[in-house]
């Protein structure tokens, strides 16, 4: 919602090993060259605060019920926003996250197969406003097929929870990624992740962005 607050708000998204790493830091480069006057923050879900990220540590490890799971990207994305958006987005900051909501969508929605319907009040709530939904102003989306990212993904870092699903699952995400960036056109920006990152990162610098 480009209004609500004077900050920016980036999100980056995709199925792991899509390629978002590696052009994040490139882009908040970019970002603040671009615009020396603002200050770039870089964060990432789940994480961002020290709560957060030890959140993340059992997310990412820890077998648990599905509305657990849920329930606990949500508590980490309320810290991530009460300590670090929010205030950041107050102050005329730029935001970028490596992941936010949509991705409690694809991966607990799409992949695992929560409702939506509990996924919408989950974020009705945490990031409810009165002038509407906090909700980035522009969400990057890395595409690429299940068995592409599945090759790319690193073979020297043991998987986590997550990253040792199977194709299906990761179909699935992608899926209701695509599902949700049909729904709102206006806020993602497709990058079709089979390209080279060189064809990658002359897109994402001539994207031109409403700050
Ligand atoms: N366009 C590309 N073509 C080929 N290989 C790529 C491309 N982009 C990234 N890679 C390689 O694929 C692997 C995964 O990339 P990267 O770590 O950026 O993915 P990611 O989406 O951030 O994954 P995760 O969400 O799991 O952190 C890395 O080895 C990276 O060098
Ligand atoms: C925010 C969020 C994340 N996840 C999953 C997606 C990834 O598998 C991991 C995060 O790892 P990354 O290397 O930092 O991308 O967490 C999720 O399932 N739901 C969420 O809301």
Redesign the pocket.
Known sequence: MTSMYPGYFISFE???????????EAFQKLMQERYPNREVVMTREPGGTPLGEQLRGLLLDAPMNLETEALLMFAARREHIAQVIEPALMAGKIVIS?RFTDASFAYQGGGRGLSIDKLNELERWVQGRSSGLLQPNLTIL?DLPGEV?EA???KVRAPDKF?KMDLNFFEKVRQEYLRRAKEDPKRFHMVD?????EV?WDGLKKLELNI
């Open positions: 995709g199925i792991d090993g899509a390629g978002k790493s590696t052009h994040i490596d890395f990212a790319r993904r690193s990253e992740a089979t390209q080279t990152p990658i």
